[in-house]
């Protein structure tokens, strides 16, 4: 299609930006010649420095022959006469970016065939976020109370493991709901039917009733005690406390504690030397534990303490050799686990630099 963008702003840039990886043919028009050249040259579109309510303007950006006009700029009254003279020209479609909602009226005088309210998707979203925290997005269909949600099933919900099938039969589950989509835990995505499984780290799509979304999260989320062994639940709680992961979400510290195992070391034994690999860092639980740097300095670390993140997190050899002082029982987090965590949580790499500018910090 032929679209013609009136504003190469902020939204309008990331606007083109999917018309272009979409195949369309796009033009661009803005008064600031710093945007159009900058999309022209990022983006290999053709733009006119101008005003889009400027008819010579329109004529050189071909508004004749457009299937589509989007108002983009980023005032009301620029966009409303934008989409008066798109229609003026015979513009099929013209959709409109809404700043304020007291223009939705003369927007549809002026023969806007769709507007985007800024305020109402910012506020939704907002609110959902903070009643329904568990949807990572929401997007509302048409005047009516319907939405399309998407919803992360947590590792150890009750519901994992059964199909749509069965959970669609759960009494707990709202009859007005419908799977539209399931994302694996691997990236597979895939239009489910009655016989598709449910696993615990999937995203679901699914569309439902605004006033029902607290009982469907309640239905895909809720967790089983039984799901996951005591063991593994001691050790979630017991992450959950240390400074920098105490920020972590629950699925977050359930795959860690997945990955991490116990040990009980006696006085005297050497847990890593210098230069041996950096596989492991370690959380301290009770006991202590010297670290010796090459300079000869030594720390003795006690509970709550971490140690060896630094050579865990690069896969360097070890800077320090670290022993037992006193009978030690230890968690130790797999390397590689730990790394994929950091890249998924960008605050948490935030955390350890504060935790490592510590100077008694391990190392």
């Known amino acids: 299609m032929y679209v013609v ?14 018309l272009v990886a979409e195949g369309h043919e796009t033009v661009v028009i803005d008064t600031d010649p710093h945007v159009t050249e900058r999309l022209f040259a990022e983006r290999g579109v053709v733009v006119f420095t101008g ?46 970016r809404m700043l304020d909602p007291k223009y939705e009226v003369p927007y ?7 507007i985007h309210s800024e305020a109402d998707i910012l506020v939704r979203s907002f609110l959902t976020s903070i009643d329904y925290p568990e949807i990572a997005s929401l997007m509302p269909i048409g005047k009516s109370d319907l939405v399309v949600v998407e919803l992360h099933v947590p590792l150890d919900a009750a519901m994992a493991g059964k199909t749509v099938a069965e959970v669609v039969r759960n009494e707990g589950f709202p009859g007005g709901c419908v ?14 039917t009655g016989a598709t499984l449910i696993e615990g780290g999937a995203t ?9 979304l607290g009982q469907l999260t309640a239905a895909l989320t809720g967790r089983r005690p039984e799901a996951i062994s005591p063991e ?11 400074g920098f992961l105490a920020g972590l979400a629950r699925e977050d510290l359930l795959a860690l504690a997945a ?52 050579t865990a997190l690069t896969g360097e050899p070890r800077a320090q050799t670290a022993r037992v002082t006193e009978d030690a029982e230890l ?4 390397s590689a686990g730990f790394r994929t965590l950091l890249l998924q949580n960008p605050f948490l790499a935030l955390e350890l630099a504060k935790s490592l500018s510590d100077p008694g910090a391990g190392r």
């Open 232 to 242: 593994i639940a001691e050790l979630v709680d017991t992450l959950g406390l240390v």
């Open 51 to 96: 005003s889009a309510t400027d008819i010579g303007v329109l004529d050189q950006a071909g508004i004749k022959r457009a299937d589509v006009a989007v108002a983009m700029t980023g005032r009301d009254s620029d966009n409303l006469s934008f989409c008066l003279l798109a229609r003026y020209y015979g513009v099929p479609r013209v959709l409109a």
């Open 5 to 18: 963008v009136a504003g190469g702003g902020h939204m309008g840039s990331h606007l083109v930006e999917r």
């Open 331 to 334: 968690i130790a987090l797999d």
């Open 204 to 212: 679901l799509i699914l569309a439902a009733h605004r006033p029902d």
């Open 259 to 310: 990955r991490a195992r116990r040990e009980q070391r006696r006085r005297g034994d050497t847990l890593y030397s210098i230069g041996d690999a950096g596989d492991h860092l370690y959380l301290l639980r009770c006991g202590s534990v010297e670290l010796e740097h090459r300079n000869g300095r030594r720390v003795v670390l006690r509970p709550p303490a971490h140690f060896g993140e630094l």
């Open 108 to 114: 549809r005088l002026v023969g806007a065939t769709k």
């Open 179 to 192: 799977f539209i989509g399931v994302e694996s835990a691997s990236g597979e995505v895939q239009v489910p």
